[in-house]
C-alpha cells in the first residue's frame, strides 16, 4: 500500500488570504434569480400534476360515454 502526504495550511495562512466577494447588488440578483428558479420549478410542478389530473378527468368522461 501507498502512503499519502497532505499538506497542512496555517490558520495564520488562512487569515491572510483575501476573498473576493461579489458587491451587494450582484449578490441580491444571484438571490432573486435563485428565487425565480425555485418558482419555475414549483409552477411546473404544479402544471404537470394539473396535466395528469386533466388526462385523467377526460379519461373517466370517455370511458362514461
Known amino acids: 500500500a501507498e502512503g499519502s502526504v497532505q499538506q497542512m495550511v496555517s490558520k495564520q495562512n488562512l487569515e491572510k488570504l483575501e476573498i473576493e466577494a461579489p458587491s451587494i447588488a450582484i449578490q441580491e ?35 362514461k360515454e
Open 29 to 63: 440578483s444571484i438571490v432573486q434569480v435563485a428565487k425565480l428558479a425555485k418558482r419555475e420549478n414549483e409552477l411546473y410542478k404544479n402544471i404537470s400534476e394539473l396535466r395528469i389530473k386533466l388526462i385523467n378527468q377526460n379519461l373517466l368522461r370517455i370511458i
